[in-house]
């Protein structure tokens, strides 16, 4: 029998779109809990057994979280100015913040340590560039998860990519580790858009290349993210961790496989399966997102606007 054929460009933006935003919807119950406390994967859905002391109590299924949001932002920012624009970026984390602007029902109920921290120095007159905490132990994740739509939305070369991740990691989260982080998540993920062999491999490659005249950088790569080691992750906060587990869930199988593997290492699970399924998602295509997650999708008249407005960029 022949193999299905590959998703196509189209495919794939949605698909990383909705991917991230019904991964961080499904992964939002399960935040906060030890591995061991979750229920079995084939219980892992929206609506979580009625047993289950879910997190966040009070938010409807199908609603995503700062993950989402934040994404939203970057993907609204990039379409509407052309270019990064990191005060324009700022700017709409805040509103996000004090507003709900693109938070579903325009609820904020969750917001990362470092990035409460960006925001703070953002209102208090720090420019976007400078705004992001950048002490070793300021690593969170905060960036990362936002991070897909501009490697959905850029056009430019491996460097100005690279470049433009680190930019938008700077808001939030300014160390090198996480800007680094980021960096290799866009390449790989541009990577996995082309269909390339091995993607991760090719973007490792790619971002060596484009270190090598900055050792700074090179060190976070070579010394903290280890790029080369076998995949593995606990699901946590830390940037590095979160990448890990992304690449490890990613080779669960299909779509729904990546985004419960994700969620099954516990503890930032709507993160992980954010970040997870949105790569996921580009790789596979939309369709391969199960319909009883997409379609009880909360806050499609706030992503389909945008999508859309990608998807007709080309």
């Keep these: 029998m022949p193999s299905p054929p590959s998703p196509s ?31 079995e994967l084939a219980a892992i859905e929206l609506d979580p057994p009625a047993n289950f002391h879910r997190a966040h109590l009070g938010v409807p299924p199908g609603t995503w979280s ?21 005060d324009d970026l700022g700017r709409r984390l805040l509103a996000w913040y004090d ?27 720090t420019p976007a560039s400078h705004s992001g905490p950048a002490d070793t132990q300021d690593n969170g994740n905060g960036a990362l998860m936002r991070v897909l739509p501009l490697a959905l939305w850029h056009r430019g070369p491996d460097a100005e990519l690279v ?10 989260h300014g160390h090198p580790r ?6 290799l998540y866009c390449l790989w993920a541009r990577r996995i858009l082309a269909d390339a062999a091995d993607p991760w491999a090719e973007a490792v490659a790619a971002l060596r290349s ?4 900055f050792p700074g950088y090179s060190g976070e790569l070579e010394g903290a993210i280890r790029p080369d080691d076998a995949p593995d992750g606990r699901g946590g906060g830390y940037v590095v961790d979160c990448l890990r587990s992304a690449r490890l869930a990613m080779l669960a199988g299909p779509y729904e496989a990546v985004v419960k593997a994700a969620i099954a290492l ?44 990608l998807l007709a960029r080309g």
């Design 66 to 86: 700062d993950d989402g949001a934040h994404a939203l932002c970057l993907l609204a920012s990039l379409l509407e100015k052309d270019r990064l624009d990191v």
């Design 178 to 183: 996480s800007q680094a982080c980021c960096a």
């Design 266 to 309: 516990g503890h930032d699970t709507d993160t992980t399966a954010c970040v997870a399924g949105g790569v996921a998602g580009a790789r596979d295509g939309v369709e391969a997102i199960p319909p009883r997650w997409l379609d009880r999708l909360r806050g499609r008249d706030l992503c389909d606007p945008l999508i859309e407005a």
């Design 9 to 39: 460009r189209r495919d794939r933006l949605a698909g990383g779109v909705h991917g991230l935003l019904v991964g961080d919807a499904v992964g939002v119950p399960y935040e906060f809990h030890r591995p061991e406390a979750l229920p």
């Design 99 to 125: 507003e709900g602007y693109l938070a579903v029902g325009g609820k904020v109920f969750d917001v990362g340590i470092q990035t409460g921290r960006a925001l703070r120095a953002l209102r208090s007159g």
């Design 163 to 172: 470049c433009d991740a680190h930019d938008q990691s700077a808001v939030t």
């Design 210 to 213: 484009i270190y090598s005249d």
